[in-house]
């Protein structure tokens, strides 16, 4: 049976991908493009063609993803991500426009590792926020997505080499310099994307275990209006008998509740990690 659409949910989601597509846009127009960083993608090839022909970056940017897009309906059908077409042809036609109305001839400042801080940064968020709704702003995404339906090939390897390969053309195509910094931006992408997911997703994981559970249970449950598991346990030195709340809360509401249980059940031993893959009823389907 089909699920109904929240109509809701997926109005805060496409404006969420076109807040982050355009910020993406930003970043590769005013500080990639202008300073030749070649670090990954189709931007970072775009860069390197620029060299060879006589277009602009985002002109070559958008030819590119219009054919990969291309590809994507030809081997994957129709319906092969609604969400990645929307974004790979909103970043397209966002990057032309800014070329349009706001040509550059040179870089904003006279400082390239500052730049390279805003090329990566910028980019580098709208990706994280991308990938953590199930969309990407297309490009080589649209590859592993084909090379995933029809190979065994190791995706996130594949596009890493293609990345790194995007990259080292700098070497050829610019001066050392510009290449050590693409070097840089990409391995400076990858550790912000990464980062970037894990900050959206941050949640606390609590082990409380005590005497008595109501309440606990009952705050958490009428006041943060979480869920909770509670399980039995006997302590290993005492052997007395207790009981272990499992809980998982957002920061703001972790605070709450450890000030809780802290005034209210003082001899209770509390565990609290931290935790970003959680799947379930209230936080990833």
Known sequence: MKKPVNIKRTVFEYLLITASTLCMSVGIYYFKF??????????????????????????INFIINAFLLVLGFLFLGRGFGVKTVYSSTLLSVSLSVLDELAPLSAPLT????????????LPGFGSAVLFNIGASSGGTDIIA????KFTSVNIGRALLLSD??????????FDMKTALFSILGLVAKSLIVD?????????????????????????????LHRSATVIEAQGAYSHNHNYVVLTVLK???AVSLRRFIHENEPGAFIL??????????????
């Open 34 to 59: 202008p300073n030749n960083f070649t670090f990954g993608g189709v931007s970072g090839l775009s860069v390197v063609l620029t060299s060879l022909v006589p277009l602009s970056p985002s002109a």
């Open 110 to 121: 006279d400082e390239p590792l500052l730049e390279l801080v805003f090329a990566v940064l």
């Open 145 to 148: 997505m084909i090379l995933r």
């Open 164 to 173: 790194l390969l995007i990259t080292l053309t700098a070497f050829l195509a």
């Open 195 to 223: 980062n970037v997911i894990e900050s959206i997703n941050l949640c606390k994981s609590f082990n409380v275990v005590c005497s008595d559970p109501e309440k606990i249970c009952g705050f958490i449950t009428g006041e």
């Open 251 to 253: 920061p703001y509401q």
């Open 272 to 285: 609290i990690t931290n935790t970003s893959e959680i799947i379930g009823k209230g936080f990833r389907e």
